[in-house]
């Protein structure tokens, strides 16, 4: 899937990459899921993307369209009972170099995608999604000059797990599933 995002994004000449934009749909959504599949909704994250897109733009028109089935596949993966998502990442065939670079602009997205969310941290926010929200911002100004071997390889594979893990947590802290109560009858 990575592949083809980033095929997309080529394609209407989007200044981001596939993890990249990624990050930014997946912070996006954890700040503001109640409004994701509103017809309605703020899209500031894909005006981020496309910019002003001209009418007849039949490219540009195409890649939005992917872009917004991303956005709901990415919802969907939140919203999900197993709490599986994967990061769009580059695969394994990659270089580790590759990767890593996917990654930080994986979190430079993550971390916009909040801002564009209008995320603000306050007091109430519990100390994982203050520490998150920090080692996100740390993990995307990190060195991507790594050699090949399997210490860093299992290093890359850590970090993945962690974001995954982290943005699951930091989603479900902001909207706590509501238990419905059994009705008195």
């Excluded at 740390?138 to 995954?164: C, G, I, P």
Aim: aromatic share 8%; with cysteine; hydrophobic share 40%.
């Amino acid at each position: 899937m990575y592949q083809a995002i980033q095929t997309t994004l080529q394609r209407i000449e989007a200044q981001q990459n596939a993890a990249e934009v990624h990050g930014i749909i997946c912070g996006y959504l954890c700040v503001r899921p109640a409004n994701a599949n509103s017809a309605n909704s703020d899209q500031s994250w894909l005006h981020v993307v496309l910019g002003d897109i001209e009418a007849g733009n039949i490219v540009a028109e195409q890649g939005k369209s992917v872009l917004i089935k991303l956005k709901t596949w990415v919802l969907d993966q939140l919203n999900s009972a197993d709490m599986q998502i994967d990061l769009l990442l580059p695969t394994d065939q990659e270089s580790l170099a590759t990767r890593v670079i996917a990654l930080t602009e994986w979190c430079d997205g993550f971390l916009l995608g909040i801002s564009l969310g209008q995320f603000k941290a306050s007091t109430k926010d519990s100390d994982n999604v203050k520490e998150f929200i920090d080692d996100v911002l740390r993990f995307s100004q990190m060195d991507t000059q790594l050699e090949e071997d399997e210490a860093n390889e299992k290093a890359y594979m850590e970090l993945v797990e962690y974001l995954r893990v982290g943005m699951l947590t930091f989603y479900e802290e902001l909207h706590p599933v509501q238990a419905t109560k059994p009705s008195l009858q």
